[in-house]
DNA sequence: CTCATAACCAAACAATCGTTTGCTTTTTAA
DNA sequence: TTAAAAAGCAAACGATTGTTTGGTTATGAG
């Protein structure tokens, strides 16, 4: 009984275990990439068993968005909540999560950057939604910043999130960890605002 | 004979017709999300003649990466050829000649974004070959940069091509053209390395 | 005209796709 | 113990996939 409680996870695990595996799948082979056999296959069960899980591939794929949405807000959110820094050091931090749920931990977070919308025209919509909402994030932090008058922060904040979704696709472990990418990323956006404040003072 | 030779452009432009929907196919619905029949009907054929012109679906994505690569390497050699100022002024130029081959004109350059060799196993290797050697480019401009000991000059390479190729995803016509956009990155991280030098000294 | 080659059609191939259906097994709750 | 609900199996559905094959039409050179 002691090991039987242990090794019995508990009810209705099987569908967060479908999650996964079709998260592994979606970021290694594409959506389009991806068929319900090999998920299936993978999760040790027949393809029509999905079907009691979910309505459709396309649904499947939203509730793994859904997922990593919720996965990388929680770890940027867990992270801000104990930063004690100015607004600078908080995007760091931001960057620094979001970096590390794309790159570390389970592969839900990485779904939302390597599966684009397009490739699910049914569930592009909601999958836009997810996206932006999550985004939203940065958008607050980028605007908190002190900036140039002549900067465009939603600019800042696209150009940003451009270099951070593109870790993944040359990211090699045992290279510079998701937080020392954080920072020299941030350095080098950084100083070109503190600096033009002096450019101006010397003119 | 006069509108007949107009109308006969010559030889075996056929094929470059074929890549031009392929890459728009690819473009706008991946390369998992086409179909060779897509491709064929568009292109006013039956799905096996286009096997005349290309021995497999990954043959012809590879013949449309090419072509993206060599316009975008042309457009940026074009645009950097006539470029006369510093070293920042030159990787701005280059920048500027990326995004406009993304965003404006055919869709060849936007596929190697779009596509990510994963999509298509049997052609990754050329395709991650083709897609580095255009990407050596802007090694050498990033490293003809005058830039602080500690910015590692790959890094901010990765960062810059990074937030170049996610702008095809937020980008909409009407807004900021390419060549603003480029200037405004370019800014962006700009000062960052001349401000470094100001602060060194007040240190 | 002749003939070879280029370009394409027409039709099918086996394989795989997402999905459905009806039935069986397992688990849960009363 | 028993009935209901959850979970999955077995098997197939029609549609679509990339590709092949053999024959047909167009073109241009000798």
Chains 1, 2 share one sequence.
Request: net charge negative; glycine share 6%.
């Amino acid at each position: 009984m002691t090991v039987r409680a242990k090794l019995k996870p508990q009810v209705n695990n099987r569908r967060e275990h479908i999650l996964e595996i079709a998260a592994g799948f979606f970021v290694r082979k594409g959506f389009n990439g991806t068929s319900i056999r090999d998920i299936a296959n993978a999760a040790g069960m027949l393809p029509g068993s999905l079907y009691y899980h979910f309505p459709s591939k396309e649904a499947l794929l939203l509730a793994v968005f859904e997922e990593g949405v919720t996965r990388i807000s929680e770890a940027v959110d867990t992270a801000l909540a104990d930063s004690r820094g100015d607004a600078w050091d908080r995007l760091q931090t931001a960057c620094q999560a979001h970096l590390s749920a794309l790159l570390e931990g389970s592969d839900f977070a990485h779904v939302i950057v390597r599966v684009i919308p397009q490739d699910a025209p049914g569930a592009a919509e909601e999958l836009v939604a997810l996206r932006n909402g999550y985004e939203e994030k940065f958008t607050a932090l980028v605007e908190a910043l002190p900036m140039l008058s002549d900067t465009d922060p939603s600019l800042l904040r696209l150009m940003l999130i451009g270099a951070l979704n593109h870790v993944p696709l040359w990211y090699r472990e045992g290279g510079e960890t998701p937080s020392c990418l954080a920072r020299l990323f941030i350095a080098n956006l950084r100083f070109a605002q503190d600096c033009s404040e002096t450019h101006k003072e010397e003119t």
